[in-house]
């Protein structure tokens, strides 16, 4: 499984365009999502638009650009699908630094034993399309959908060519019981408040690493 993650949003809610680079604990946002990710995954691609984000050199991560223009997460998700080389990738955006490692191998192999192409959370009725799953067989839906000219993620997940799971609370919470990768920073008081969340976070990834 490759590590897709979505950079090119325009953080209008953050008073800026580059949200991803904002600190959290002296590191990146974006860098957070590797940190906790990246040891489950072979490599990393870097979705972006208009060349924003400035990344070091490092081994086994990639950027690549969108291959649609203002197409939204949409557009992210092909684009990350079309330039990746794994069967199976997991999507989630930069803004996200709180992902649990254990929920995204669970849901691999969720992915994996049941041959979805699609696993995503349902958490109550709050879908969570940019922490999922998606198989190489949802990039051709993708771009399908946006050549019709609409934007809509969910569109996938009502896709009669695509086999498709979600995992609920329980599910969720026996892996990452406080619900902490779905925490995404939008604004200024997001970031607050990541700050003040980033012991539980800490604690949470040495469990992990136990």
């Excluded at 996200?96 to 490692?101: I, K, T, V």
């Excluded at 609409?150 to 997940?157: D, K, N, P, T």
């Excluded at 695509?162 to 902490?180: C, E, I, N, T, W």
Aim: glycine share 6%; hydrophobic share 45%.
């Amino acid at each position: 499984m490759n590590l897709v993650v979505l950079a090119g949003g325009q953080s209008e809610r953050m008073g800026h365009c580059c949200k991803h680079r904002d600190l959290l604990a002296d590191i990146p946002l974006y860098k957070h999502v590797f940190l906790h990710l990246g040891p489950i995954c072979d490599s990393v691609l870097v979705v972006e638009n208009a060349g924003r984000v400035d990344m070091e050199c490092r081994a086994g991560i990639r950027v690549v650009h969108d291959l649609i223009a203002d197409a939204g997460p949409l557009g992210g998700i092909y684009s990350g699908l079309a330039a990746s080389d794994s069967w199976l990738n997991f999507v989630i955006a930069a803004d996200m630094p709180y992902a649990s490692r254990q929920l995204a191998a669970a849901m691999e192999a969720y992915a994996l034993r049941n041959k979805f192409d699609i696993v995503y959370p349902n958490i109550d009725g709050l879908l969570e399309p940019l922490f999922a799953v998606y198989s190489q067989r949802v990039a051709s839906v993708a771009l399908a959908v946006l050549n019709a000219g609409r934007r809509s993620i969910r569109e996938l997940f009502t896709s009669a060519q695509l086999s498709v799971g979600a995992v609920d609370r329980q599910f969720v919470m026996r892996y990452d019981q406080k619900l902490m990768s779905f925490f995404n920073v939008n604004t200024p008081d997001d970031l607050i408040m990541a700050r003040l969340m980033m012991p539980v976070s800490e604690k949470s990834l040495q469990e992990e690493r136990v």
